[in-house]
């Protein structure tokens, strides 16, 4: 938000440097991010001085210049080349000497420098109006009054606006500050505290009054939800043209283009008190009628800016006896604003809803300086105060007469707010006591009435246009914004307590996992928990009826809370692969968010993605695609590092997976992974293979919580390696060989291992090789070979009797 210097200095006499007053600002919490210098004409005309044209004749060698003699106070006169055509001697004229900057309407600069044209020597330029920015006219150059002395600075002799202005971080909670008469209202409790007692100034209005009652607008505000307040006059004899230098020079200095003096009065008054206004041109308000109210869905409407939109149901409209004329409080319509044939308006000041208005802004994409106000709330008690002192702007520099008596429409007035403020909480959250009568002078300031004094605290009315002071706690921090936060003194003694969490908490388990991926190759992603709602349709998993929708979604596309971080996931493995980047490896800790009838969820879980190549292309080896077996070891390793060694296998059946596996530990579900189906890769564009892996988080953190996790000593006597290669049934998996193996010998058995795979030639038909080593150890002694063999040749009976297998 921008705010002038200058036109902060009608609210306020103070004569503060705009340094001073942008750290005063700053400290009230009106953060000044920028102060830059604004001139009305560029470089301020410096080198640019009155001079009287000594001799005029004809250049000798071109038809269309002149060689001048000019005298601008100096010890000789200037001999300049000049090719204006009503250059004559005897005339005053504005001279920009060597050195001098002039700037184009572009706003690119050149300099004035000793030249020779054609043949001729010239030191320096006479100027006409728009070389110098102070109009549009090239006919000649421009010729001064004979009154003024020659030497005068042209600085001094035309009317040049130089202006500080602010670029202010407003918070949006401060809706009361986005105006002049806002910051100023800041600024003076500001410098109220440093005991600098200052006046407001407010514009005054009683200067209106109604001059006949010729032309009336009647008024049915139909929505009285949406609009709360509204009130119109019509003013008649109008004259549309450009505005005073004065007001253009406002409406510049905070970066606006003037339109003109209709629409800037409007303007003017928005940034001046920050009440929006609009002027419908009554001539085309049919029925000299206005209707507030919202229109059938899909209604064709045909704003400012020439664009067709549909309107919704809930989008509130103001309207004439026939037709719709302008979204309220967004933006106006094509054909009722104001022309260069407006002889009479209808002048609107009206408090919406902001909420309202803020959806309709959303919904057409549309920001303007007044939904950027209506949305955050603006003084519903300033409407009519504003529609006058718009009025009486409106007649000073317009001319016309009001025609009409104002019409307010107010049914039920917005109330202040009554908030009880304790001594005692004030100083528990300050850190400090503040004096009371120093309390009291602060609130004062800010137009917050105190109603009674206690021993204990204070019964307060807050205004209705500070809406976001409606608790003791937000009292409290308007106390404190004004006291100073630098003048609260930070304490000698730094108290620490002793961290009694566990190494059980969450974010600790999540470190120790998301370093271990990270060690592995894998990169963390963060991604939004708002999502779309169509990534329901993608599986009969996801339920449309538990999405949990938004009220105010920034987009459709970030409507819904996300039942899975498969479809959040996957957009960051695409936006990646679209950047040739395809061999992935990456993890995300999230929530997902479900809404039943009678209650909402949300659950925590990691999910772990696999694509592109495990091992990349090099000189020694070729690449190798990463496959589900990857993905399964990673999944084992981080259980494991969980201390979670014992999990059940089952096959799923999911529209998500074309294969996967489920690990679980009795009745509770732990990881499910799998290659994810195709269609569901096509819908984000992904044409190679993604495993996809979703933990359960919530419930392997309740089973880490109950791990006890025990400690022994390397052993000291060697362990023995024995290896099997057996001729199996093609239906026969490791996984039985493993857990007969674990059965036959339980003590002494160590490790199991299947290193090779083998099918084919030399081989019955529907046989297989597995080759399987067995690591065998004994803590408290060295094994015999004798113990061995009979350990061997057990598990050799158990295999050829259960699992029908032969010794090759």
Sequence with gaps: MKISYNWLKQFLNTDWTPEQTSELLTDLGLEVEGLEAYQSVKGGLEGVVVGEVLTCIKHPNADKLKVTTVNIGGESPLQIVCGAPNVAAGQKVPVATIGTTLYTEEGESWTIKKGKIRGEESFGMICAEDELGLGNSHDGILVLDDAVEVGTLAADIFDIENDQVFEIGLTPNRADAMSHLGTARDLKAGLIQKEINLELITPSVSAFHVENRTLKIDIDVINKDLAPRYCGVSISGLKVAESPAWLQHRLKAIGLSPINNIVDA???????????????????????????????????????????????????????????????????????????????????????????????????????????????????????????????????????????????????????????????????LIGEEIPKETIKRILTSLDIKVNNVTETGLGLTVPAFRNDVIREADVIEEILRVYGYNNIETTKKLNASISTTTRFEDHKIQNIIGNQLAAQGFYEILSNSLTTPNYAALSEQLKEEHNITMLNPLSNDLSVLRQSLLFSGLEAVSFNINRKRSDLRLFEFGKTYHGYDDKREEFKHLSVFITGNQISENWHEKSKKSDFFLMKGQIISILER?????????????????????????????????????????????????????????????????????????????????????????????????????????????????????????????????????????????????????IMNKLQQSFEKQLGAELR
């Design 642 to 790: 969980l201390g979670i060694s014992r999990f059940n296998e089952s096959p799923i059946k999911s529209d998500l997976f074309a294969e996967g596996l489920s690990l679980g530990l009795g009745k509770n579900k732990l990881v499910e992974f799998g290659l994810v189906k195709k269609q569901i890769l096509k819908h984000f564009d992904i044409s190679q293979d993604v495993i996809y892996a979703d933990f359960k988080w919530d419930t392997i953190l309740d089973l880490v919580k109950h791990n006890k996790i025990k400690f022994k000593a390397i052993p000291k006597y060697p362990e023995v390696r024995r290896d099997f290669a057996l001729l199996l049934d093609d239906n026969v998996t490791f996984e039985s060989i493993y857990k007969l193996a674990k059965q036959s010998e339980k003590q002494l058995l160590r490790g199991i291992n299947l290193f090779d795979v083998y099918q084919g030639k030399n081989l019955p038909k529907g046989k297989k090789s597995y080759a399987v080593s067995f690591t065998l150890q004994d803590e408290n002694k060295t094994l015999t070979d004798k113990q061995i063999d009979k």
């Design 266 to 428: 409007t303007n003017y008054v928005l940034h001046d008190l920050g009440q929006p206004l609009h002027a419908f041109d009554a001539v085309k308000i049919s029925g000299n009628k206005i209707e507030v109210k919202t229109l059938k869905a899909g209604t064709k409407f045909t704003t400012l800016d020439g664009v067709e939109r549909e309107l919704h149901e809930d989008d509130l409209m103001i309207c004439d006896a026939e037709k719709p004329m302008c979204i309220a409080g967004v933006f106006g319509g094509i054909d009722s604003g104001v022309t260069e044939n407006t002889t009479s308006i209808f002048l609107e000041s009206a408090y919406f809803n902001p909420v309202s208005v803020r959806k309709s802004a959303k919904r057409h994409a549309l920001n303007t300086d007044a939904s950027f106000r209506f949305e955050r709330g603006i003084d519903p008690n300033i409407c009519e105060y504003a529609l006058k002192r718009a009025a009486l702007l409106i007649q000073e520099i317009a001319g016309g007469e009001i025609t009409s008596d104002i019409i307010d429409v107010y049914p039920n007035k917005i109330k202040d707010f009554e908030v009880r403020l304790s001594f005692e909480n004030a100083k528990k």
